[in-house]
């Protein structure tokens, strides 16, 4: 079955870049998602990739897929207090058929000023 | 604001108590999901629907959880009988077909 692995929890100091990484299975995901979640907050879609792209680049925010891996990074540059949050990887379904995401368990950033 | 919103954003409840929770997506979008989320880890599927036909549901589903989409529009989510295990975040989320899933800030219930 699907399953997405995460590190839970990642320190870095704000100005530095944060390297966010997860693991799939499903080798038939068409698109990965990253997702920030605030407390008490609901999901916010921050980036996707699909999965014929090696990279993705968004003003901060690099995303690398390794497909031959299964292996997902989210990279964050220039690090702030804001993006302190829970990053969650999610694999998922493009077409007709799409429907459930598969996520992990989240990762919790914390950015020490 | 045109974003997912859901309602109520809180709601306690004693054990046995049925509840219901709505969830009204971004307007054009055609798909509606639901999802799951309990203390320390991702959402998990429920069930989804493609204008108001359901369409799929999870095994996590279990017999005292229904839900509607009745006019393609607005979903509600209800749970009869609760239970502590019930304990959790319910995420609601929109979509195109075969588009990126918005979701609402979530209902948290807690079964006393």
């Known amino acids: 079955g699907e399953d997405v692995e995460q590190s839970l929890f990642l320190s870095v100091r704000e100005g530095d870049s944060s390297v966010i990484n997860c693991t799939y299975t499903d080798s038939s995901s068409t698109y990965l998602y990253w997702y920030k979640q605030e407390p008490g907050a609901g999901l916010q879609l921050l980036t996707y990739?699909?999965?014929?792209?090696d990279m993705k680049q968004d003003q901060r925010l690099t995303v690398l897929l390794n497909k031959k891996d299964k292996h997902l990074s989210l990279r964050i540059a220039d690090t702030q207090t804001g993006d302190s949050a829970i990053y969650f990887c999610?694999?998922?379904?493009?077409?007709?058929?799409?429907?459930?995401?598969?996520f992990g368990k989240g990762t919790k950033l914390s950015v020490i000023p | 604001d045109t974003g997912v919103s859901q309602d109520p954003r809180h709601k306690i409840t004693k054990r046995g108590q049925n509840v219901t929770f709505r969830c009204d997506p971004i307007s054009e979008h055609n798909r509606l999901y639901w999802y799951r989320q309990t203390l320390g880890q991702g959402p998990e599927f429920l069930t989804y629907f493609q204008n108001e036909a359901q369409l799929e549901k999870s095994r996590l589903l279990s017999d005292r959880f229904s839900a509607e989409r009745p006019k393609g529009s607005f979903s509600t989510l209800e749970i009869q009988r609760t239970e502590q295990g019930d304990s959790a975040m319910y995420l609601c989320a929109s979509s195109l077909v075969g588009d990126e899933q918005y979701f609402g800030p979530g209902t948290r219930l807690t079964v006393t």
């Open positions: 990739i699909f999965s014929n792209m």
């Open positions: 999610a694999e998922g379904f493009s077409g007709a058929g799409s429907y459930q995401l598969t």
